[in-house]
């Protein structure tokens, strides 16, 4: 059961990765900021899963497992707000 739990974190990483290269080639044709907070939410997703597939983790339920996703929703949410955010001209 073990094993079956770190190839499935390993999968996500690797779908966390490939989106977060797929927003950084987004960024990189506009250098719509947007682009560059969504790579890096992605890109700390998939370091997390990776981090917690290769440790031995005793409780999963440790808010210290949590925090990654923290970041990498409140990116999400920064780059959502910035883009909807009304421009000041002048």
Known sequence: MEHAHQVLLGATAMASLAVATFFLKF??????????FFAAGFAIDA???LWRGLSQ???ESEPIYYL??????????????RKNAPRQDG
């Open 68 to 81: 990654p996703r923290l970041v990498m929703f409140g990116l999400i949410m920064i780059a959502i707000i």
């Open 27 to 36: 960024w990189r044709r506009t250098r719509d900021s947007l682009f560059l």
């Open 57 to 59: 983790v005793t409780d």
């Open 47 to 49: 370091v997390s899963r």
